[in-house]
Nanobody
Framework: QVQLVESGGGLVEPGGSLRLSCAAS????????MNWYRQAPGKERELVAS????????LYADSVKGRFTISRDNVKNTVYLQMNSLKPEDTAVYYC?????????WGQGTHVTVSS
C-alpha cells in the first residue's frame, strides 16, 4: 500500500522557517522523482520544488528560489522541504508527490500559514 505522509506544517510569522517532511512507503523510493506542490486558497496547484532519484538534479519555482531547499534521504525514504524567509504568499496546503510515469502518488497535504 502506497503512502506519503507529510508533516511539519503550521503557523509561522513572516520571515520565519519551517521544515516539511514526507515519509514514503509502499514503493521503491529511489526509482521516483519526488516533488513538493502547493495550493493556495482559490488558486491552482503549483509545483514548488522537485528532486531527482539520487538528488543530482533539483528544480525550484521562481517564487521560492533562494528561500526553499528540497532534499531527500534514500535510506529513510523521506523527502524534505526546508522553507526559510517565509512570506504571507507562501500560505498554502503543501503536498508531497512521487512520480515515475505512469505512477503518480500524492500525500494528503499539510497546511502552512504565514501570518503575524
Amino acid at each position: 500500500q502506497v503512502q506519503l505522509v507529510e508533516s511539519g506544517g503550521g503557523l509561522v510569522e513572516p520571515g520565519g522557517s519551517l521544515r516539511l517532511s514526507c515519509a514514503a512507503s509502499g514503493f521503491i523510493f529511489t526509482r521516483y522523482f519526488m516533488n513538493w506542490y502547493r495550493q493556495a486558497p482559490g488558486k491552482e496547484r503549483e509545483l514548488v520544488a522537485s528532486i531527482s532519484h539520487l538528488a543530482l538534479h533539483k528544480l525550484y519555482a521562481d517564487s521560492v528560489k533562494g528561500r526553499f531547499t528540497i532534499s531527500r534521504d534514500n535510506v529513510k525514504n523521506t523527502v524534505y522541504l526546508q522553507m526559510n524567509s517565509l512570506k504571507p504568499e507562501d500560505t498554502a496546503v503543501y503536498y508531497c508527490n512521487a512520480q515515475n510515469t505512469p505512477d503518480d502518488y500524492w500525500g494528503q497535504g499539510t497546511h502552512v500559514t504565514v501570518s503575524s
